[in-house]
């Protein structure tokens, strides 16, 4: 089930998670993390995350005046993957922590 983020303070809750979960079982994107988070707080119009029983998942759509994305986390590879609309659409990116900032500065701002 999706959540609509409506307030800053839900907003806080769900990045707070998400980086103490990047600190215990996602080592290979606990400092990306960041960085993506700041380029999805720029560039959204509309936030929404997934949530099961009441737990938010490392799953975030975000809407842009010209498109959506979807974001995840690949358990396997270690990867925040960005993909058009949802979990089906076409993979358009994916980061780590060797990513560098001048790339992830640039796919959001070509939103």
């Not at 990306?32 to 490392?58: H, M, P, Q, T, Y």
């Not at 759509?61 to 590879?77: C, K």
């Not at 960005?82 to 560098?100: A, D, M, Q, W, Y």
């Amino acid at each position: 089930m999706a959540r609509k983020i409506n307030s800053i303070q839900l907003l806080q809750n769900y990045f707070s998670d998400v980086m103490i979960r990047t600190d215990h079982h996602a080592l290979g994107v606990s400092q990306v993390a960041l960085a993506v988070i700041g380029g999805i707080i720029w560039k959204s119009s509309d936030i929404e995350v997934f949530e099961r029983n009441g737990e938010a998942k490392n799953v975030l759509w975000m809407q842009t005046p010209m498109a959506n994305f979807y974001f995840s986390y690949d358990h396997a590879t270690d990867e925040i993957v960005v993909k058009e609309n949802n979990h089906k659409g076409r993979e358009l990116i994916r980061f780590t922590n060797t990513s560098p900032i001048a790339d992830i500065h640039a796919f959001f701002d070509s939103m």
